[in-house]
């Protein structure tokens, strides 16, 4: 989706399905869904529209169905907004983003544990010289002979 028209178009299409399924589609088996994303094809013949629900597995089968449901409708306000001589086809995906940025965490906060444990066992002293590095000899004695 390069092309600037197209991206304008999947975002049009992203707002008026969300403001659909806000005020006019009063389906019971609708959750609290949140359109994420929409991805339309070069020709706009086909838009992937991509959804989250809040809830569990019951809720996620529920809106999965009223979605389906309500295909058509919202279908057919999508091209009566946009005005276009073919409107797009609608196809509802549920967006994993949240469950994989989850996982994502859990991992990241499993490390960061065992970083700290690992931390914790090195202890606090140096395993050589407090400073490695070598310095130039100096020499007091020279010092004070050329002050004489």
């Known amino acids: 989706m390069a092309n600037p028209r ?5 975002d049009r299409i992203q707002v008026i399905v969300a403001e659909m399924l806000e005020r006019r589609i009063k389906d019971p088996r609708l959750g609290f869904v949140t359109i994420t994303d929409v991805r339309l094809t070069g020709d706009n013949q086909q838009a992937t529209v991509f959804y989250t629900v809040l809830g569990g597995e019951e809720e996620m ?11 058509g409708v919202l279908r057919s306000e999508v091209a009566k ?3 276009m001589r073919i409107s797009p ?3 509802f995906i549920h967006d994993a983003l949240p469950e ?4 994502l965490d859990e991992v990241l906060a499993r490390a960061k544990a065992q ?3 690992v931390a914790a066992a090195r202890g606090s002293t140096y395993a050589g010289e407090a400073d490695p590095y070598k310095k130039p000899h100096e ?5 004070d002979d050329d002050e004489k």
């Open 6 to 10: 197209v991206r304008k178009i999947a």
């Open 89 to 91: 086809t609608l196809t």
């Open 100 to 103: 994989t940025a989850r996982a």
């Open 115 to 117: 970083d700290e444990a």
């Open 139 to 143: 020499d007091t004695d020279e010092a």
């Open 61 to 71: 089968a529920a809106t999965a169905a009223a979605l389906e449901s309500a295909k």
């Open 81 to 83: 907004q946009l005005g």
